[in-house]
């Protein structure tokens, strides 16, 4: 087993720890012209956002929650493929009949009733604006020389709550398009290593398109403290650090 795989496996483990019994997650609330979004870190990749009695969620991910515990989806956004995103497991218990599910097109050959979008595409789905851009690796790749992530393969997600755009990364590193980004309230960026953006990286991407909020993302052991240490001259972008992981209830 090569130190990529055997620090995945690592992963998982600790994750099916931290999902036994009750459990919390931090949440967050953005006010929009429309209402408040609140925002539900439940761990991993793993995002639910709440606006209007409308429940989104992205990659659900069944090692960090009980999904039979939470409320059904709306909406359901999942960036690619790979087993810590695209969960059967996870979608199961939330999915109900109106249940809206965009995937690419890798997923949609292992999730039924999948919408396909591709980098590039908009939709209104569930009444949300959904804007699907580039996800990829330029520099991290596989002992084969393949990128962890395929350019055209993987989505991040653009969503527009009320008057405000909150973009979703994905797995992804600071590739040209994101920094082409405009008028982004709230991002969530990846910053874990080998596969997505070092603290170095999603500083630079956040300095380049600027976004009022930026929430670093399924950065599972990645120093958040350096992240802060980047950014703490640009005032114009609150960098907000919350437990990707649920705490045991006090």
């Known amino acids: 087993?090569?130190?990529?795989?055997?620090?995945?496996?690592?992963?998982?483990?600790?994750?099916?720890?931290?999902?036994?019994?009750?459990?919390?997650?931090?949440?967050?609330?953005?006010?929009?012209?429309?209402?408040?979004?609140?925002?539900?870190?439940?761990?991993?990749?793993?995002?639910?956002?709440d606006f209007n009695k409308a429940v989104i969620y992205v990659d659900p991910f069944s090692r960090v929650a009980d999904f039979s515990a939470l409320p059904p989806a709306d909406l359901i956004l999942i960036t690619h493929h790979h087993g810590d995103h695209l969960d059967l497991a996870a979608i199961k218990p939330i999915r109900q009949e109106k249940t809206v599910i965009i995937g690419t097109q890798k997923c949609v050959q292992q999730v039924e009733g999948c919408i396909v979008m591709n980098n590039g595409d908009a939709k209104t789905a569930a009444g949300f604006k959904i804007e699907a851009v580039p996800a990829y690796n330029i520099l991290h790749k596989r002992e084969s020389g393949e990128p962890f992530h395929v350019k055209g393969e993987g989505n991040g997600y653009i969503i527009t709550f009320g008057d405000k755009r909150v973009y979703v990364a994905g797995d992804a590193e600071n590739i040209p398009e994101m920094k082409e980004l405009k008028n982004i309230?709230?991002?969530?960026?990846?910053?874990?290593l080998p596969y997505t953006m070092t603290p170095e990286m999603t500083a630079e991407a956040a300095k380049a398109f600027r976004p009022g909020i930026l929430y670093p993302y399924h950065y599972t052991d990645t120093d958040t403290k350096r992240l802060v240490e980047l950014l703490k001259n640009e005032k114009d972008i609150?960098?907000?650090?919350r437990s990707l992981y649920p705490a045991a209830p006090e």
Do not use: E
């Open 238 to 241: 609150d960098v907000r650090i």
């Open 185 to 192: 309230a709230a991002a969530f960026l990846p910053m874990n």
């Open 1 to 49: 087993m090569n130190k990529t795989s055997c620090a995945f496996v690592i992963f998982i483990m600790f994750s099916l720890l931290l999902v036994a019994g009750n459990r919390q997650f931090d949440k967050d609330t953005v006010k929009t012209g429309g209402g408040d979004l609140v925002i539900t870190f439940l761990g991993h990749g793993t995002l639910m956002f």
